[in-house]
């Protein structure tokens, strides 16, 4: 099963829109990460395993492939947590999102499943260059930020627990 949602990044001093998918498969259990990524996501498959582990949610032992793109530029932060976790949730059909194609997720993930804010947000200068239809969701204090230069698409601040 696939699931996909968005996010962004940012490539030099602009904000890039990045398609985060993730599929779920038979086979030798693992976590596969692609799409030129920086050391901080290839370490994020644990943190993230423990994040959803720790918000009650079971996850059967599969085969995980999570691909970020474009793979044109490095993807780097933990900013990608929340947005591989929804992808992920998604492929498993554990999560239900009308839409969720046309959803973008900025957040990092802690081991507990808090969702914290990013740093750097300021610079990715919404609403990059997405459509009006897509929805970004963000973490409360990241949230703020992103509100500042929010002109054309609806933001909803994202609370744990």
Known sequence: MLGKVYSAGILGIEGQIVCCEAD???????????????????????????????????????RVLVNLSPASFKKSG?????????????????????DAEKSLFIGELSLSGEILPVQGLEIIDFPVPAPPSIRKWCPPATA?????????????????G
């Open 144 to 160: 703020v930020i992103a509100a500042c230069f929010t002109k054309l698409c609806p933001l909803i601040s994202l609370k744990s």
């Open 78 to 98: 933990s900013s990608y947590d929340l947005p591989i976790a929804v992808a992920i949730l998604l492929a498993y059909d554990l999560l239900q999102l009308p």
């Open 24 to 62: 779920v498969s038979g086979g030798l259990p693992a976590y596969i990460f692609t799409g030129y990524l920086a050391s901080q996501i290839k370490e994020a498959s644990d943190r993230i395993r423990a994040a959803i582990k720790n918000a009650g949610i079971y996850l059967q032992p599969k």
